[in-house]
């Protein structure tokens, strides 16, 4: 068979993840948390399939959680959403972002990606046949450049998509870059999809500047979040995306015959659990002590740590430690070191080898120190 991916092979997150599992390395590779969720998601769970909430739920979500989403977002972003026409729960970010990608770009579009860029995004945009437009975000501080953004966008240029926090760099937009976004696609018919699923991890007191709250770039947003990274169940798969009326509506089309809808019981206990407005409030402080004890950990150590603003990522040079690539470093930590991590050159279309790896701290202390113990030694 012909490949529509020809360029594409296993997901770097299943191959380091399977790797440090077969070394029994310290897996701090793909980003999960290593400790559990509160009991209360769980006992929610139970009760909704106990009850007999087992059959489809309504195609865009239950009314409940899109309720509680709407209710969530205006009281965070100022922004109404309608539930009925405006919210959709997914299976997870993913297929929000795969949804979005496919029901806006037709063959020939221009899309814009900033690059090192989540690595669903780039798969997504080829199989719909659009072509990407890749911006750079330059170490160390990986900034967007906005008037290389600027010069990139012709008559071709059907879509933008951001990550804010950024995965991998942990670097934070603000509303200044949402300003400078906005005045670039004022009066074209550029679509924009963020990708805000760590929105509530931002740190040292910066805020999160979301699509979501700026009304103008609203109008034209497709804003995906994942209750994997706010209430720690990556397993779950359970995300959702905020549309206007109309750009929902071409979301809808797609989703209903990609995934239909997704699982109830799970999304009826998260709208009991996001009854109480306060769950996110304490995630940034408490990542942020996780970023802190994890860069302590390793201050005295050989790797450089490039800062972490906000998500549960913390990338660091390793030049002091070893010549080899960045994907070979990875391997080597966690075959001979017992430390897994990712090689950022996944996130760059061409492989570029930047020798920077991610580390993952959203784990216990205890696994955080065994491992920096580890890394200390090299
Ligand atoms: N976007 C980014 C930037 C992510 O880091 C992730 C997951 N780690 C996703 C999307 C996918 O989220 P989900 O697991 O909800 O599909
Ligand atoms: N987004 C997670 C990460 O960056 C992994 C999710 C996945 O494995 N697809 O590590």
């Known amino acids: ?138 170490a160390p501080d990986y900034r967007p450049d906005w008037d290389a953004v600027a010069a990139a966008i012709g008559p071709r240029t059907r879509m933008i998509m951001i990550n804010t926090p950024h995965n991998p760099t942990a670097t934070v937009w603000t509303r200044d870059d949402l300003d400078r976004l906005a005045a670039l696609v004022r009066g074209t018919g550029i679509v924009v999809v963020a990708d805000e699923v760590y929105e509530h991890i931002v740190f040292d007191g910066a805020a999160h500047a979301s699509c979501a709250a700026h ?42 015959f990609n995934v239909f809808t997704v699982n109830t019981p799970v999304q009826l206990a998260l709208a009991d659990y996001m009854a109480d407005a306060s769950r996110h409030l304490g995630l940034a402080a408490f990542y942020q002590a996780k970023r802190d004890f994890f860069r302590a950990a390793l201050a005295a150590s050989r790797f450089e740590l490039l800062p972490s603003h906000g998500t549960y990522f913390q990338l660091a040079r390793y030049a002091g430690i070893s010549d080899l690539g960045d994907a070979a470093f990875c391997e080597h930590l966690t075959r001979a070191v017992g430390v897994a991590a990712i090689p950022v050159s996944a996130f760059f279309a061409d492989g570029r080898d930047e020798h920077v790896i991610r580390f993952c701290f959203a784990k216990n202390e205890a696994t955080l120190a065994a491992a920096c113990a580890r890394l200390a030694a090299l």
Request: aromatic share 10%; proline share 4%; net charge negative.
């Open 1 to 138: 068979i012909e490949s529509r991916l020809p360029h594409v092979g296993t997901t770097i997150f299943t191959v380091m993840s399977r790797l440090a599992q077969e070394c029994g390395a310290i897996n701090l590779s793909q980003g999960f948390p290593d400790f559990n969720a509160e009991d209360l998601l769980f006992e929610r769970v139970a009760h909704w399939m106990r009850a007999g909430h087992n059959q489809y739920a309504p195609m865009a979500g239950t009314q409940a959680l899109r309720a509680a989403i709407a209710a969530k977002v205006e009281a965070l972003y100022g922004t109404a959403y309608d539930p009925e026409h405006e919210i959709t729960v997914t299976a997870g970010a993913t297929q929000a972002l795969f949804t979005a990608v496919t029901s806006c770009v037709h063959p020939g579009d221009e899309v814009i990606v900033f690059e090192p860029v989540y690595d669903s995004y780039v798969p997504a945009i080829e199989l719909a046949g659009g072509k990407v437009v890749r911006m750079r975000l330059a």
């Open 215 to 256: 009304s103008e770039l609203a109008q034209r947003s497709l804003v995906v979040s994942s209750f994997g990274k706010t209430y720690h169940i990556t397993g779950w798969k359970v995300g959702y995306v905020l549309a206007p009326r109309e750009l929902m509506a071409e979301f809808r089309k797609v989703h209903q």
